[in-house]
């Protein structure tokens, strides 16, 4: 469907004379993925773009690929179906990918429920530069919040194949950050997005 003439062949590298490093230099900072995973309304597109305005304000370049947005474009052609979520998430994947070559911390803020696709996305990137973001909060949360008013149309059953509902989320085994309630509070967008900036501080993606 997505590539009626069969594998190309006869496709080589072409090299660049500006690379990565050359990039981070005059960005004064390392290009990598953040990738927000977590059911619907758990907060991941509130966190992309609290932390997108938080290292704005730092002076850091950052752009987010935000699920939503991405399905007018790039993947408008793509339903909800497990192939179609597979080919949606692998191609977010390797944008993302491009982006942080091109020097961008790059947020990807996508429900990405199967773990293999989200673990095929850490594939294709350098690991150190793919940071996993689990939106740990329970579905009573997001579906109380409900601000798209999805659930209620999933728990109607006019939605079918809704992730948390009649779909499986799979959590992640191996991320980099956990965001939680604590003590039954979900964290403010300011604290959620500060546990994130301490994290790429400490592994040194804010500078060069
Ligand atoms: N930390 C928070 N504290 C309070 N409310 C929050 C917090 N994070 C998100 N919300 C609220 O929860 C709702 C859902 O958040 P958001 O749209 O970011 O979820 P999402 O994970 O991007 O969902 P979707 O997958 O449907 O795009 C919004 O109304 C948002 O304002
Ligand atoms: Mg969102």
């Not at 192939?83 to 994947?93: L, S």
């Not at 429920?113 to 009573?140: G, T």
Request: hydrophobic residues 35%; charged residues 25%.
């Amino acid at each position: 469907m997505y590539s009626s003439l069969g594998k190309p062949t006869n496709i080589f590298w072409q090299e660049c004379p500006v690379g990565k490093a050359d990039r981070q230099k005059l960005l004064n900072q390392k290009g990598c993925v953040v990738w927000i995973t977590g059911l619907s309304g758990s907060g991941k597109s509130t966190l992309a773009c609290t932390l997108g305005r938080e290292l704005h304000n730092r002076g850091k370049l950052s752009y987010i690929l935000d699920g939503d947005n991405l399905r007018h474009g790039l993947n408008k052609d793509l339903g909800f179906k497990a192939e179609d979520r597979t080919e949606n998430i692998r191609r977010v994947g390797e944008v993302a990918k491009l982006f942080a070559d091109a020097g961008l911390i790059c947020m990807a803020s996508l429900i990405s429920p199967y773990r293999k696709d989200r673990d095929f996305c850490r594939s294709i990137s350098s690991d150190a530069s793919f940071i996993e973001v689990f939106m740990n909060m329970p579905l009573e949360l997001c579906e109380e919040r409900d601000p798209k008013g999805l659930y209620k149309l999933a728990r109607a059953g006019k939605i079918k194949g809704f992730t948390g509902i009649d779909d499986p989320y799979e959590p992640p085994l191996n991320c980099e950050i956990e965001i939680r309630p604590e003590n039954g509070v979900c964290p403010s967008p300011c604290t959620m997005a500060e546990q994130v900036v301490t994290y790429l501080e400490e592994k040194g993606f804010l500078q060069e």
